[in-house]
């Protein structure tokens, strides 16, 4: 197999969601130890279609991360870019590049009958589709049929407000811009950022905690690991859950240092 090992410090962002592709890139862009990583974002800054990511597949294999965003919903239209950047990346994945995986998570799990035992089979699809070393389902990302129904209706590709299940804990038809700013305090700088960060992503870690034993009650302090650097881990299955943006930054900081350099001749 083709081996890719001289590869740059570089962070490639792979969405078709700019919104999401926004928060991700302020989020490293502001942290200390990944600030000085480049970063390679979607599109062309004002649209992202999915021509764009299969353009920019195979300069994915200079890169030491690859963050790719595996939503159910936009996962048919980026299916053939999605195979090359595997394809491509495969044989060095977990070595000389890592792949981050950002998602919404099983359609069921949600259902009394699956439940998180919904996520083993699920992960498991993932870690043979992509050779990950880390996933992170974000709860901004999980909408309904009908809600992604009704975006499409209204021409908008994706949705733009916050899923209804989680309107009890937010403003009503705030847009998910809005809180993504929030939770990086992006209104914030200095010293005052970083405090307000921290106490929202406690703000942040409480409502999750609320919706998980309202969902499933019985597995609370199972899940709670899912907002922990070491992740939810599921029998028999090597990948394990994670909940963005919780030590989303830490862990591709660790990954960047992971990646060992390459030999010269």
Known sequence: MLHYTDRKNRIHIITLDK????????????????????????GNGQS??????LKTARDTVDSKIL?????????????QAYSDIARFNRAD????????????GPSDFLLRSKGPNAFQNYLSDLRCDYSPTVFFANPF?????????????????????????LEKY???????????????????QGEIKVKRKKQRLKQL?????????????????????????Q?????GEALKLNIYPFCFEEWVTDLLQMVPRAAKD
């Not at 409502?207 to 709670?224: M, N, Q, T």
């Open 231 to 235: 992740g939810c881990s599921f029998p």
């Open 93 to 104: 994945a977990n070595n000389f590049c890592h792949i981050v995986l950002i998602g919404d």
């Open 67 to 79: 963050i790719m965003d595996v939503r159910t919903q936009t996962k048919p239209p980026l299916q």
């Open 19 to 42: 919104v999401l592709a926004a928060d991700i890139s302020e989020r490293l862009s502001e942290y200390p130890d990944t600030s000085s990583a480049q970063l390679i974002p979607p």
């Open 48 to 53: 992202i279609t999915p021509e764009d990511i």
């Open 141 to 165: 990302l999980y909408y309904t049929q009908e809600e992604i129904q009704d975006a499409i209706q209204n021409r908008n590709a994706l949705p733009e407000k916050l899923p209804k299940r």
């Open 205 to 229: 870690k409480k409502i999750f905690l609320k919706l998980v034993a309202e969902d499933f009650g019985d597995e609370v302090d199972k899940l709670a690991d899912a907002l922990t650097k």
């Open 170 to 188: 937010f403003r009503k038809d705030v847009p998910v811009k809005t809180i993504y700013e929030y939770f990086r305090a992006a209104e914030k």
